[in-house]
């Protein structure tokens, strides 16, 4: 009989271990930053993912969306990630260039042809490469690339008609090289500044313009201290969702793998939502942001962009030149 109570006293013990580590597991969180509203882009994008996460999990990932620059800035969360002091952040895709430079590949001016080849790049063998390429020089985790859009060039001085028209301007770019060097082979005259200071930059008229993607520029209201909208459709801007190394090495095989699967399907659902977006939020931005839109004939621009494109295959070497050539090869 005293035996029995032992086994079944062990037994016991066994059940509350294991009850608690189910516990643990429910409670675990990954908090998940960026740089613009809730209602913006990356906020949209969020509340897929932790929607699908929760659901690909059974609750036990905890998603929390910190927006508004709570837990980081976009040009600090990278470094974050790599120190495990941020779980994951969405940056912009010309914001990690400068952690990870073989990431301007996607930022070279006009380097997608059209938004199937854009797919074609990012959802097959290149993207992959390019994600097991990036955790293994930074050892952060690139989920998903996320949606992508065309950044439209604004300005408060004058209609952009001609690619002369751009002379001078004092234009706010990121700190990113091909990006600086995109703007001065347009003409004008780019200066680094960080995100966080670039509503004001425009609100003071410290900064004559800029570009973002489309549906930002109504977002964050740049539409109230800028005249001109500009199509030039120059780069593509993608958002993509990180991961720290620390939080992925907290998750059971399982759970890594439906968290990746969550962004993956996150990130087809946005570009679903937002195919269709672009023109709509011109529109808006005309209707009822009060903007003055033009389309200017782009060969200059483009080849100006090409001038940029072999500068920057000719300074980083082969693996650069390398990935420019997959994804030229995977228009065809």
């Known amino acids: 009989m005293k035996t029995l109570n032992v086994k079944t006293l062990f037994a016991s013990a066994a059940l509350v271990s294991v009850t608690a580590t189910s516990a643990l597991?429910?409670?675990?969180?990954?908090?998940?930053?960026?740089?613009?509203?809730?209602?913006?882009?990356?906020?949209?994008?969020?509340?897929?993912?932790?929607?699908?996460?929760?659901?690909?999990?059974?609750?036990?990932?905890?998603?929390?969306?910190?927006?508004?620059?709570?837990?980081?800035?976009?040009?600090?969360?990278?470094?974050?990630?790599?120190?495990?002091t941020v779980d994951g952040f969405f940056i912009t895709s010309n914001n990690i260039s400068p952690h990870w430079p073989l990431m301007d590949v996607t930022v070279l001016p006009y380097i997608f042809q059209n938004a199937k080849h854009l797919e074609?790049?990012?959802?097959?063998?290149?993207?992959?490469?390019?994600?097991?390429?990036?955790?293994?020089?930074?050892?952060?985790?690139?989920?998903?690339?996320?949606?992508?859009?065309?950044?439209?060039?604004f300005n408060s001085v004058r209609p952009i008609n001609t690619?002369?028209?751009?002379?001078?301007?004092?234009?706010?770019?990121?700190k990113n090289e091909v990006m600086i060097a995109t703007f001065e082979a347009f003409g004008a005259n780019p200066v680094p500044l960080a995100w966080s200071e670039t509503p004001t930059a425009y609100q003071t008229g410290t900064m004559d313009g800029g570009d973002n993607g489309t549906s930002f520029i109504r977002d964050m209201k740049f539409y109230e201290f800028v005249d001109h909208l500009v199509i030039l459709e120059h780069f593509v801007s993608t958002a993509p969702l990180l991961a720290s190394d620390a939080f992925m090495k907290k998750l059971s095989d399982d759970q890594r793998e439906q968290v990746k699967r969550a962004a993956t399907d996150a990130g087809i659902a946005m570009r679903e939502q937002v195919a269709n977006e672009t023109?709509?939020?011109?529109?808006?931005?005309?209707?009822?942001?009060?903007?003055?839109?033009?389309?200017?004939?782009?060969?200059?621009?483009?080849?100006?962009?090409?001038?940029?494109?072999?500068?920057?295959?000719?300074?980083?070497?082969a693996e650069f030149v390398e990935l420019v050539a997959k994804i030229q090869a995977a228009a065809n």
């Open 25 to 84: 597991a429910a409670d675990l969180t990954m908090n998940v930053g960026f740089g613009a509203p809730v209602e913006s882009l990356y906020g949209r994008f969020g509340k897929l993912f932790e929607a699908k996460v929760e659901e690909y999990t059974s609750g036990s990932i905890d998603v929390k969306l910190r927006c508004c620059n709570q837990i980081s800035s976009e040009d600090e969360a990278f470094k974050a990630m790599q120190l495990g």
């Open 120 to 153: 074609t790049v990012l959802d097959g063998g290149v993207g992959e490469l390019m994600k097991a390429k990036l955790q293994e020089d930074t050892s952060v985790h690139l989920l998903s690339f996320g949606p992508a859009l065309y950044r439209d060039f």
């Open 279 to 317: 023109s709509e939020v011109r529109n808006w931005l005309v209707e009822k942001g009060g903007m003055a839109i033009t389309t200017p004939n782009k060969a200059d621009f483009v080849k100006a962009g090409k001038m940029v494109q072999d500068r920057f295959a000719k300074e980083r070497g």
């Open 163 to 174: 690619m002369a028209d751009m002379d001078g301007l004092k234009i706010r770019v990121p």
